[in-house]
Nanobody, 121 residues
Framework: QVQLVESGGGLVQPGGSLRLSCAASGSIFTSYVMGWHRQVPGKQRELVAA???????NYANAVKGQFTISRDNAKNMVYLQMNSLKPEDTAVYYCTAGVLIRAGTYSPHYWGQGTQVTVSS
């Protein structure tokens, strides 16, 4: 099992930046692909970014060039650097841990509690 705890969310103005952090515990960190998902009330959760233990990344088209996912395997941490934030980025952001299946499709198995990110003037 894996426990995931997010931090770093908050209120930021459009165009600003935030760095989300996720602390993982309970299992071998490098056994999992790590990701960030987000959800707006009334909408489906969506994958924002994912990163393998070796550092290979994938991003949703909506955040390419704006967000950067990274991980520190020695510290069991994963991060999401969010730049040029827009109001449409407002959501609850969840740290996830999972695996790759079906020729590289990311399947999350564990979810953090979420952290609120609000982009507003």
């Amino acid at each position: 099992q894996v426990q995931l705890v997010e931090s770093g969310g908050g209120l930021v103005q459009p165009g600003g930046s935030l760095r989300l952090s996720c602390a993982a515990s309970g299992s071998i960190f490098t056994s999992y692909v790590m990701g960030w998902h987000r959800q707006v009330p009334g909408k489906q959760r969506e994958l924002v970014a994912a990163i393998t233990s070796g550092g290979t990344t994938n991003y949703a088209n909506a955040v390419k060039g704006q967000f950067t996912i990274s991980r520190d395997n020695a510290k069991n941490m994963v991060y999401l650097q969010m730049n040029s934030l827009k109001p449409e980025d407002t959501a609850v952001y969840y740290c996830t841990a999972g695996v790759l299946i079906r020729a590289g499709t990311y399947s999350p198995h564990y979810w953090g509690q979420g952290t609120q990110v609000t982009v507003s003037s």
